[in-house]
């Protein structure tokens, strides 16, 4: 398939080109806040930095970064750089603890996020012709409205179905003939279980791209959702604090993760314990600036998301930086009796393993000073009605694929079919009973 640009000359700008524009963006972007946010400028001062210190892209290295309890400790407002008469909407992402984040967006942050949606669509392959069914949840979270403006912009037929009602879902994309899936993964895969159910056949549907994002998968998930689906699944990473979905979308050609859009985000990998700056190809932890925002722009926001860049061309003819499959957050990542465990590297197990499903959930818990983690996945329709010999088995056999792989002595539990309870958005992978 031929490469489809929303805005071909910058997507494929020399790096000379590109970095020079960068520059001039962040220079603007800091000047304009350490005049006008007030936690940015102490910050700044701490540090001995001024705005007519950054001279080179290097130089971004000078500025502190910012963290999530910098906006929690200025809820909800306190960080935005234009007056409330000035922001036209306003989104939040909920965390799992203490207040939520809050965003905002001028007019023109709304515009410049709508055209990286339409990018990132038409990086996925998305076109104007295209019908696109957006089940990304509409409300506080960004992943609904940021989509549906950019499949707007893209000039395609935006179905704004938002999350649940899933069988509703199905008739829906039946009779409108949606071609373009928008979802989480594990939404994904609840709407395929559902179509089975109803003995809808995904050949019969007219779907031919998912772009999903919003979580974690894994490479065996992929395979799953586009053998069940019937698609081609392509990844698309974004979070609130930057702009939203839309921040880095991966192409139809690419083998080694997302193009970040630097134009408007310069991304940085830095060592999570030390804060110092990575070189470009190791695994660390995302740190992102915006460059264009109005209302809420973030400098060297660190997003805790572990990623690695690259800088190589891609074959899409894009010349933007590359970042690899977000497998896992620094807060998401489990210690379990001394080895570190992601939940998508005990997924990309259970997704290999025939006679198990897709659903699964990690419960971790303390007996003494002893930290037990148990999996808990659904079996097949067709296992769970044969022998109890054939559940010994497969029991033993994910046990030993998760000590193999990840090194790590675990329980497994065999659950139910539809055990597990299927997810309208984001999916809850882990109860880490210890913290409660
Ligand atoms: O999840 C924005 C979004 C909506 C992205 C729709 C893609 C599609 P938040 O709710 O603020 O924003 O959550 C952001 O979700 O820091 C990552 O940990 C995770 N995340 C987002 N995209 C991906 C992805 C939206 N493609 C947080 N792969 C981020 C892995 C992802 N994790």
Redesign the pocket.
Known sequence: MSTIYWEEEMETLPRPGLESIQLKRLQKLVARVYERVEPYRKKMDAAGVTPQDITSLADLQKLPFTVKDDLRDNYPFGMFTTSMEDIVRVHA??GTTGKP?VVGYTQNDIGTWAGLMARALACGGATKGDMVHNA?GYGL???GL??HYGAEKLGATVIPVSGGNTKRQITIMQDFGSTVL?S?PSYALNLAETMESMGVAPESLSLRVG???????SENMREEVEKKLNLQAV???????VI?????MECLNSSKG?HVFEDHFLPEIINPETGEALPPGEKGELVFTTLTKEAFPVIRYR???ISRLYYETCNCGRTLVRME???G?TD?MLIIRGVNVFPSQVEHVLVGVEGVEPHYQIIVEREGTLDIMTVEVEVSDSIFSDEIKNLEQLTKRITRDIKDILGVTCKVKLVNPRAIQRSEG?AQRVIDKRKI
Do not use: N
């Open positions: 992402s909920s984040t990304y979270f960004t992943g940021g989509a928008l989480t772009i999903f994002g919003a979580e974690p998968w990844d698309i990473y974004g979070l609130s604090e939203g979905p839309g921040v880095a997302m997003t805790k998301d499959k977000v497998t957050r998401d984001k």
